[in-house]
């Protein structure tokens, strides 16, 4: 094999080596609540991610990327990573380097293999497009936590105001109280709610809005529009709260069955193609090798 070639394997080798290391070693916090380091009526704690993580490589772009006029893109960007929650200690100008470093990284790996403009452009093209899919992920992760966890609220608030509770305000700061040692984002997002309400002076009406904005599902969007209706009605949220609570349940039940139904079709795939033809060689092998060699089955 050429010198040059060798060569090259040991500096890509080295490089990516030094960027695990540096991934692996780097302090991983995840909490959305933490009761330290912070004050008294702050429990979120910022998420160090893997954004975080490969900072110290492209914040020599940060300059240039923040007086780039993209004001459209940064907005969709930003709305993604509130949805994530990722927004606090991660704003559009810090995904846009993480995007501008994946895409001159895997530019090079794949002109290193290929060696051709083609495959230089078609490794910048992933690497453009691997931090809105890693992005998705988190949305989505995320979006399967709030509903599952949706109903057991719903229920804690729906208890408290039946436990002598008289508002719907207070009944939030305790069940935040609760769930602040749980790493819940709908417990986060129902304590942002509650914040904007009491120190940024929302009315109830809007903190709702902002709620469903922040959480785009469809099920939050429902939940926020009953809300401001008993609130606009005057009637009574604990029974709303109720009404919801039984549904959510019922929703997440007729969710858990159907996924319970998928597993069984997705697993038929990998016993097609990979168990049975391992069953078929241990009880059809020792007869195959017997035919090959003497001629006879038996």
């Given at each position: 094999m050429?010198?040059?070639?060798?060569?090259?394997?040991?500096?890509?080798?080295?490089?990516?080596?030094?960027?695990?290391?540096?991934?692996?070693?780097?302090?991983?916090?995840?909490?959305?609540?933490?009761?330290?380091?912070?004050?008294?009526?702050?429990?979120?704690?910022?998420?160090?991610?893997?954004?975080?993580?490969?900072?110290?490589?492209?914040?020599?772009?940060?300059?240039?990327?923040?007086?780039?006029?993209?004001t459209r893109?940064?907005?969709?960007?930003?709305?993604?990573?509130?949805?994530?929650?990722?927004?606090?200690?991660?704003?559009?100008?810090?995904?846009?380097?993480?995007?501008?470093?994946?895409?001159?990284?895997?530019g090079?790996?794949?002109?290193?293999?290929?060696?051709n403009?083609?495959?230089?452009?078609?490794g910048?093209?992933?690497?453009?497009?691997?931090?809105?899919?890693?992005?998705?992920?988190?949305?989505?992760?995320?979006?399967?936590?709030?509903?599952?966890?949706m109903?057991?609220?719903?229920?804690?608030?729906?208890?408290?105001?039946?436990?002598?509770?008289?508002?719907?305000?207070?009944?939030?700061?305790?069940?935040?109280?609760?769930?602040?040692?749980?790493?819940?984002?709908?417990?986060?997002?129902?304590?942002?709610?509650?914040?904007?309400?009491?120190?940024?002076?929302?009315?109830?009406?809007?903190?709702?809005?902002?709620?469903?904005?922040?959480?785009?599902?469809?099920?939050?969007?429902?939940?926020?529009?009953?809300?401001?209706?008993?609130?606009?009605?005057?009637?009574?949220?604990?029974?709303?709260?109720?009404?919801?609570?039984s549904?959510?349940?019922?929703?997440?039940?007729?969710?858990?069955?159907?996924?319970?139904?998928?597993?069984s079709?997705?697993?038929?795939?990998?016993?097609?193609l990979?168990?049975?033809?391992?069953?078929?060689?241990?009880?059809?092998?020792?007869?195959?090798?017997?035919?090959?060699?003497?001629?006879?089955?038996?």
């Amino acid at each position: 094999m050429d010198i040059v070639v060798l060569k090259n394997i040991g500096m890509l080798t080295f490089f990516l080596s030094t960027l695990i290391l540096i991934y692996n070693l780097y302090e991983k916090k995840s909490e959305y609540f933490i009761d330290h380091d912070k004050k008294d009526d702050d429990y979120y704690n910022v998420t160090n991610n893997m954004i975080h993580r490969f900072r110290f490589i492209y914040k020599i772009f940060l300059p240039l990327i923040k007086i780039i006029p993209s004001t459209r893109y940064r907005l969709a960007i930003k709305k993604n990573l509130i949805t994530a929650g990722l927004d606090n200690g991660t704003d559009p100008n810090d995904f846009i380097g993480f995007q501008l470093f994946t895409c001159l990284f895997f530019g090079y790996i794949f002109n290193f293999f290929l060696g051709n403009i083609f495959g230089t452009i078609t490794g910048m093209m992933i690497g453009a497009s691997y931090p809105f899919l890693w992005l998705y992920e988190k949305k989505k992760a995320r979006h399967d936590l709030i509903l599952s966890s949706m109903p057991d609220i719903i229920d804690m608030l729906y208890l408290s105001l039946k436990a002598g509770i008289p508002d719907i305000k207070p009944a939030i700061q305790k069940v935040c109280e609760v769930y602040k040692e749980d790493n819940n984002p709908f417990a986060y997002e129902l304590y942002q709610m509650y914040r904007n309400i009491e120190q940024r002076g929302m009315s109830m009406p809007e903190a709702y809005k902002t709620l469903s904005d922040r959480i785009d599902l469809i099920q939050v969007y429902s939940l926020t529009s009953l809300w401001i209706q008993t609130h606009e009605m005057g009637s009574s949220i604990a029974d709303c709260l109720k009404t919801q609570s039984s549904l959510m349940h019922q929703e997440r039940f007729i969710n858990a069955e159907k996924k319970g139904a998928l597993a069984s079709q997705k697993l038929l795939l990998p016993l097609i193609l990979l168990i049975f033809p391992i069953l078929l060689i241990i009880i059809f092998g020792p007869y195959l090798l017997k035919f090959m060699y003497d001629g006879t089955l038996f």
